[in-house]
């Protein structure tokens, strides 16, 4: 199924990175041919009313009102839709804190792919991931904030990081429109030791491509005593990687979420962009 409806959650301060992951997360949206729909939401918190004197008013109304958080990414979003011509709607709220993530990943569910800035390491974008992943339904598709300057809105270089999993085939069809598009597609699993079932996976899979349009090859990458998050993320600098496919891996344990040490690692600082799927 292409992609044609995507959704971009607006949460957080208008920063200059914030600010560029904005505009290339449209620009991703306008290679797809999709529409966007923009969702900012603030905290709704409560602020004391304050007594103000006559003189004191008079001072605030010659002032000219700041503009805030919440409409500063709003500005930033009308202006790189503007520029690229892609049809795009905007929509805000106020709700509490603890209701935000949940807030999103209720809309995120009438879209094909939610794009996320991802701030490195911040574990308030990773609840929000964590909730847009599990209660949406719907794949996402991560925007690293740190490498942002670096970053292209197309996917000419796609690497899937295959486990052989359930979860990495549901991210495999969640991003065929992707694959399709893409110049060069390469099936990536992390092993030290090579065996024939690792082998016989990766080939079904490259040869399950071949009948959707999409020419990929299957390798490994060694670990080396190293974490397979850390092992992917070079892997996909050293060669250029426009962006990695992958499933994300979870499970619960007494009503807490812990995540797998791939997807925490990559959700935590993502190496380019990362289409990711439960």
Same mark, same amino acid.
């Given at each position: 199924?292409?992609?044609? +409806?995507?959704?971009?959650?607006?949460?957080?301060?208008?920063?200059?990175?914030?600010?560029?992951?904005?505009?290339?997360?449209?620009?991703?949206?306008?290679?797809?041919?999709?529409?966007?729909?923009?969702?900012?939401?603030?905290?709704?918190?409560?602020?004391?009313?304050?007594?103000?004197?006559?003189? +004191?008013?008079?001072?605030?109304?010659?002032?000219?009102?700041?503009?805030?958080?919440?409409?500063?990414?709003?500005?930033?979003?009308?202006?790189?839709?503007?520029?690229?011509?892609?049809?795009?709607?905007?929509?805000?709220? @106020?709700?509490?804190?603890?209701?935000?993530?949940?807030?999103?990943?209720?809309?995120?569910?009438?879209?094909?792919?939610? *794009?996320?800035?991802?701030?490195?390491?911040?574990?308030?974008?990773?609840?929000?991931?964590?909730?847009?992943?599990?209660?949406?339904?719907?794949?996402?598709?991560?925007?690293?904030?740190?490498?942002?300057?670096? *970053?292209?809105?197309?996917?000419?270089?796609?690497?899937?990081?295959?486990?052989?999993?359930?979860?990495?085939?549901?991210?495999?069809?969640?991003?065929?429109?992707?694959?399709?598009?893409?110049?060069?597609?390469?099936?990536?699993?992390?092993?030290? +030791? @090579?065996?024939?079932?690792?082998?016989?996976?990766?080939?079904?899979?490259?040869?399950?491509?071949?009948?959707?349009?999409?020419?990929?090859?299957?390798?490994?990458? @060694?670990?080396?005593?190293?974490?397979?998050?850390?092992?992917?993320?070079?892997?996909?600098?050293?060669?250029?990687?426009?962006?990695?496919?992958?499933?994300?891996?979870?499970?619960?344990?007494?009503?807490?979420?812990?995540?797998?040490?791939?997807? @925490?690692?990559?959700?935590?600082?993502?190496?380019?962009?990362?289409?990711?799927?439960?």
């Amino acid at each position: 199924m292409p992609i044609k +409806d995507v959704f971009l959650p607006l949460v957080g301060q208008p920063q200059g990175r914030a600010l560029a992951a904005i505009e290339k997360c449209v620009a991703v949206a306008a290679d797809l041919g999709a529409r966007i729909t923009a969702l900012a939401l603030e905290d709704d918190v409560f602020v004391r009313p304050q007594v103000v004197l006559p003189a +004191d008013r008079e001072s605030a109304e010659a002032s000219a009102p700041e503009v805030g958080d919440m409409q500063q990414l709003l500005n930033a979003f009308t202006l790189a839709a503007s520029r690229t011509n892609i049809r795009a709607q905007t929509r805000s709220g @106020k709700v509490p804190a603890d209701q935000i993530a949940s807030v999103l990943a209720e809309h995120a569910r009438f879209s094909d792919l939610t *794009l996320v800035p991802v701030k490195p390491h911040d574990s308030r974008t990773e609840h929000i991931i964590e909730t847009l992943l599990f209660e949406s339904g719907r794949p996402l598709l991560l925007c690293p904030e740190q490498h942002v300057d670096a *970053l292209r809105p197309e996917f000419e270089n796609v690497m899937i990081a295959w486990d052989h999993s359930a979860r990495a085939a549901r991210a495999v069809g969640d991003a065929l429109p992707i694959l399709q598009a893409a110049a060069s597609v390469r099936v990536i699993t992390v092993a030290d +030791d @090579k065996t024939e079932a690792m082998v016989q996976s990766g080939t079904a899979l490259v040869d399950h491509l071949t009948e959707h349009g999409v020419h990929a090859s299957f390798e490994t990458a @060694k670990g080396g005593g190293s974490s397979i998050g850390k092992v992917l993320g070079i892997w996909a600098n050293s060669h250029a990687i426009d962006a990695i496919i992958m499933g994300a891996y979870h499970h619960s344990r007494f009503n807490e979420i812990v995540w797998g040490g791939v997807t @925490k690692t990559v959700i935590g600082q993502p190496p380019c962009w990362v289409m990711i799927s439960h």
